[in-house]
């Protein structure tokens, strides 16, 4: 399962944020998780979905621009590319991620116990954003390796991290696992801790916003992205399924 996040990934504290001093109402993620995506082109082992900025749009984001996703499947490598275009006449701000939704091994019983599967960041003396109201607050240290337990997710809603390698592999109870291969500057990691069982591993580029100190103007936000006029950006994440026996 998949869920695309633009401009924003996350919420913005108290439902809004500015642009040149004028408020800006917008829901958790922004746009692309609430648009109808038309088919730009599509070949047996790719697709590209897209949509554009309209009337509607403009009520809470206020750039023109083209928005595409491609996934291309190859093997047993999916690839998933954002290519956003600015059609502004002004520099454009955003943020842009992934929300993909893998299945891990629950018990029997459909008691949705998740224990005995792990994700690993293939780096140590990791840390975590804590979130304090589903917004950003001060990091912890976390181990390199965490077992996805629903407690987890109790008390860490979402592990949101600065990315300190460009792999992070979800070992499966059954001895199947998912490498999650980015660039991004964050990943965040989030389960339902009450049902599920399944892990989002999610590449970002940006952040919620933060619970103390909130910067509201958006192109003072933290890690914001940017792109001039007429430019285009490229970001992607790919997922490498690998099965018990080639491990």
């Given amino acids: 399962h998949d869920a695309v996040l633009f401009p924003f990934v996350g919420r913005q504290k108290d439902g809004y944020y500015e642009h040149k001093g004028k408020r800006y109402d917008v829901k958790i993620h922004g746009l692309a998780p609430y648009q109808r995506y038309d088919v730009k082109a599509q070949n047996e082992n790719s697709i590209t979905l897209g949509f554009s900025s309209n009337a509607e749009t403009f009520k809470v984001y206020p750039f023109a621009f083209d928005f595409f996703i491609t996934y291309t499947l190859v093997g047993k490598s999916l690839t998933v590319k954002y290519e956003i275009k600015n059609k502004s006449d002004e520099e ?44 950003i607050a001060p990091p912890e240290k976390i181990e390199g390796c965490v077992e996805l337990k629903k407690d987890v997710f109790v008390k860490y809603p979402s592990l949101v991290l600065d990315r300190r390698s460009d792999t992070t592999i979800l070992k499966r109870k059954n001895g199947k696992s998912v490498k999650v291969q980015s660039t991004s500057p964050i990943i965040c990691v989030w389960a339902d801790d009450k049902r599920g069982a399944f892990v989002a591993v999610e590449c970002w580029w940006g952040l919620p916003d933060y619970w103390h100190d909130t910067e509201r103007e958006l192109k003072n936000k933290r890690m914001i992205n940017s792109l001039k006029a007429n430019c285009v950006g490229e970001y992607e994440y790919k997922l490498e399924f690998i099965n018990k026996q080639e491990i």
């Fill in 92 to 135: 454009m701000y955003f943020y842009v991620g992934g929300h993909p939704a893998l299945k891990v091994d629950g018990a029997e019983n459909n008691n949705d116990d998740t224990s005995g599967n792990f994700l690993d960041f293939c780096t140590e003396n990791n840390s975590t954003y804590t979130l304090e109201n589903n917004f």
